[in-house]
């Protein structure tokens, strides 16, 4: 299965909802149980048939269909629909009207079928990515790639140790950090001036301008940088330009107050336009960010498949100018910025088809849930008429990344300098979808049938946004705060091959990061109205000829409500007046008994409902450092001490994250693997980034018989930074003193200077003999496959005493037929014969077996019944 199936049912269509007629006559979904679990099962609407018993037929009369109100933007439209009762089952008009209406009819209660409430659908089909990690599981069980399309991943890159700009950005604001983007920005634009860039922005990047030659800061990656066996590592960067912007300018340079409050501001919300996205010239800052990745300390990345499979609003909105309008609005919407369009909820019934992929039974098997699901929304017509409506930026919390252009300056006009052109721009949106919803290919309902449909409604993705959580939680709740806002116009070449960064994140943070997609979605609005039903009151004897007559029933149609007679509206024939002079056309002749007319009243609704993604949390790590290789050996001396020469090895590939020995070991290696999405089979393909730092000794006495026999055992720890010079050395010598004639295990490893382990050694077990008082050490290695489990301390459980077999009476009773009782008894023995049947049981096997009623499993017993004889 290529992505994960959601349908999304509005709960308008769910059986027992309160749209009571779609219940009563099909075109519904009901909740059913299965293999799969939970879903949903489709009841169709058939007109063709009998719908329910009390009615036979629906139809529609599309000749009298006509506007509902020319007063509105909005395409809207109404057509008469006529039931017919079924005679055989419906008894008198009274009981007709009850079971449409409801009510009690001869001590039978009915629902109502019939309601003139409003009702939407909104039901769609939408299909969500797999993450990484659930990718790489399935195809480790499959032993093969799969054929997963739909994938989404949030990981890290950690390129350069910086301990200057780790330990600075510790205590700032995370939008004060560098933003790789603007660093691309500068490198691309033409004049990169305040003036085309904006004046925070300059002074951000170029540190108040104390850093002059920021437009070179990306362009030395070939030659810090080698590819090796296919992948990127950095060289020695001390010299470059980067380097000494981050570990030096970075740090000592302090920004004014009004550019940090600037950015502040703006980066509370980065806004990737259509154009950013989409630019092919020299100052396409998005999709040329790969090339200098590796220039940037570490940042986050992301990579998702972009859903492009309907782009018709999105082709309208990029034709009309108005999507750096539309993100601003979007972003105010769903951030709640505004009182009087704030985002509504809607509740649908979520069906989830995905593969369950389990690691410990090493299995695979497709999985249905359906459960009740909330999601914000908000109409796009009335989120259109706010744009024309408020042609002025009331809020500047926002950043459009990029040169500043047109359409972004009247985006954050605040003083209506470009209303006319913010007025167009949105004026040719609004037409083009009152166009949509006027086209008949698009929003078509000529029956009952069609609006019964249970078809997914059209829908398209326009938008999505990344929210970034993190910081120290707050207040009762101890919850984190929003820290920025990422939102992205789903152009058709966004995602196409590239990534998004986040750089303005800290060393060793949590950060969650929420992805959300903004999907439009195209449904009916609908509702019935001016209901009437028929009464008989006579009948008539139709003449078309001299020789051909039929009976006609005679019906006068009636407002339920009030009694009072009511036009027909299904139709403008057979009206009683072409029969009877003194007849009204509220009466009618038919050949049914009971009518009912009503007018199906629709319009198209568009609802730009929010769609959660995926979610993840995660932090940035260096990767474990290298191996340590030891070498022991005895001090020569009385001294009583043992050494080993511990090397820092060079980096070796395709090896697993090293052996944990504590909780704290085994937190970091979850973390570490969650937060590149690794199994804890993956081999490790990535250098430690910072220099080796210290050894750490552990030390036992007892025969370890696990890893963790070593937690708190740690005796010593050996920097191995030179004070003099500040160089990290590779080699250290570690001497213990120990006593003669016990054994000591030791275990060591490197730590980095990010303080993340390298591979632990193997085991040294290590004596000192005293040999009449000549010393000399034995050395033993021990692996880690080596260790042996402690013996289980309760080996057996009791069997509990739950049955008895015992041989029937028969088998057991003395036979004494054939005995002498005159003659001595031990002459007779032989005489004697256990059992007094024909089918004796002993020298035979019986099978008896038992079966759990909880698991099922069954152990058979064989029992074999043996005569022994006893003198």
Known sequence: MSAKECRKIDLNLISGSRETFRTAVGGYWELVSSSYGEQLEAVDYNGSELLTSFITEITANLDLRETISDTTLVYNKRFPVRLVGNPNTVKDDNHWNRVLLGGTFESIDYSPIYSDAVYNDYSFDYSLPYSAYEKEVINYILQADTDISNEVQISYDYWHYLPQYQSYIENIDEKLIPNMYLLKMFQL????????????????????????????????????????????YANDMTDSSIYQYYSSSVVITPLSASTSQGIVTQFENIIFDNNILTDVTAEDTYSQMNESIGMIPFYMKFNWTADHTQNAFVAHMEGSDLTAKFMKTLKEVFNEEIDDLSPSTLTYAV???????????????????????????????????????????????CYFLGPRNLNRFATMDTIGAYRFMNSENVIEMINNTIEYGKNSSNFGIDSIDELYNLDSRYRETLAYRIEKIGGPPRGDSQTQNVLQNFWFFNTADFMEGTDFYDSQVKYNENYTYNIYAY??????????????????????????????????????????????????????????????EFATNEQVVSEYEYLADFYLNYEPCI?????????????????????????????????????????????????????????????????????????????????????????????TEELPTSLADFDNKLIKTVDLLEPDTNDNVSTAEILDKITANKKYYYIFRIMNEQNMPGQLSEIYEAQLINDGGYLYSI??????????????????????????????????????????????????LENVVVGDTDDTIFDKTFKIRLTSKKTGKMIDLNITYNLTTEL
């Open 519 to 580: 999907v439009l979605v195209v449904g009916p609005k609908y509702s019935f109205s001016d209901l009437r039903l028929t009464r008989k009151f006579g009948q008539i004897t139709l003449n078309s000829g001299e020789e051909d007559e039929s009976e006609a029933i005679c019906l006068e149609f009636y407002d339920p409500v009030t009694g009072v007679p009511a036009v027909q509206l299904f139709s403008e024939d057979d009206n009683l007046s072409d029969y009877n």
């Open 607 to 699: 609802q730009l409902v929010e769609i959660p993604i995926y979610a993840k949390t995660l932090k940035i790590l260096d990767n474990p450092a290298n191996r340590v290789d030891l070498g022991p050996y005895q001090m020569m001396d009385t001294s009583q001490r043992i050494g080993f020469t511990a090397d820092y090895e060079a980096y070796e590939n395709n090896l697993l994250y090293p052996s944990t020995i504590s909780s704290t070991d085994d937190t970091l290696k979850e973390e570490y693997l969650h937060g590149h999405d690794f199994l804890s089979s993956s081999y490790i393909d990535l250098k430690s980034i910072s220099y080796q730092r210290t050894v750490e000794v552990y030390r």
């Open 351 to 397: 069906e989830t088809t995905s593969n369950d992929e389990s690691l410990e039974t090493e299995t695979i098997t497709e999985g249905v849930v359906t459960e009740n699901v909330a999601y914000r929304s908000m109409d796009f017509f009335k989120m259109l008429i706010y744009i024309y409506n408020n042609f002025n930026s009331t809020t500047d919390n």
């Open 779 to 828: 050395f033993n290695i021990l692996f880690e496959s080596d260790l042996e489990e402690s013996p289980p301390t309760n080996p057996a459980v009791p069997f509990k005493k739950i049955f008895q077999l015992k041989p029937n009476f028969s088998q057991v009773s003395l036979n004494v037929d054939d005995v002498d009782f005159d003659e001595e008894s031990y002459t007779q």
């Open 189 to 232: 634009a033409t004049t990169p001036g305040p003036a085309a860039l904006g004046e925070d922005i300059y002074n951000f990047v170029t540190l108040e301008e104390t850093f002059g030659n920021a437009v070179s800061l990306l362009n030395e990656m070939e030659e810090y940088f080698t590819v090796e066996d296919g992948y990127l």
